[in-house]
């Protein structure tokens, strides 16, 4: 039986730096809308896929990004941290469309840093401000911390993107020093 292999871009158009690999059932319209962007402009930065009515599972699209996601970045210890304190950002499309960063990290408890019972974790886009999330304990100990960041449409990450991840206080809301911070720029190359 012959099947034909997957066909994968050799590279993206700016704006389009985003591959999706294509599942069964997927179409362009679909993906369209999943993405959010027009089919033609969808169509448009694909040239690769000769005939848009045809995908076939395991073709890489080209979808709308300001970056190649998915993408993994560290996220550097600043100041003094207790040993093993270390994190990533994983940025990659949202589950419910749009773009996320999930962070993950090893941390001690927050109320190494002072007084404080929890950890947050903030994407900063350039001229609209930052987006952040609760991270949650694993019950190891020292335990794993996690939570994903989901981004409204009028974000995009880009290069510039900066997550921090800092100790904070549930009750007065006063968060403490930058324990672990990274960019996306590593995502660009």
């Not at 448009?44 to 599972?57: E, Q, R, S, T």
């Not at 401000?129 to 409204?152: A, Q």
Request: aromatic residues 8%; positive net charge.
């Amino acid at each position: 039986m012959y099947r034909q292999k997957p066909r994968i871009p050799s590279s993206c158009p700016d704006g389009f730096k985003g591959r999706y690999t294509v599942s069964p059932g997927d179409t362009m319209y679909i993906l369209s809308q999943i993405f959010r962007t027009r089919l033609e402009a969808l169509t448009v930065n694909n040239p690769h896929i000769p005939d848009p009515n045809i995908l076939i599972p395991g073709d890489v699209l080209c979808v709308p990004s300001l970056i190649p996601i998915p993408c993994c970045v560290p996220l550097n210890k600043q100041g003094r941290v207790p040993f093993g304190t270390g994190g990533a950002a994983y940025a990659n499309f949202g589950p419910r469309g749009g773009q996320s960063i999930s962070v993950i990290a090893t941390l001690p408890n927050p109320r190494v840093f002072g007084n404080y019972d929890m950890y947050i974790a903030t994407a900063f886009f350039k001229d609209i401000g930052g987006f952040g999330n609760e991270l949650f304990p694993t019950r190891d100990d020292p335990p794993t911390w996690s939570s994903r960041i989901e981004f409204p449409t009028a974000a995009s990450l880009s290069q510039e993107t900066e997550i921090r991840v800092q100790p904070s206080n549930s009750r007065t809301g006063v968060d403490g020093p930058v324990v672990l911070r990274g960019n996306l720029q590593s995502c660009g190359n």
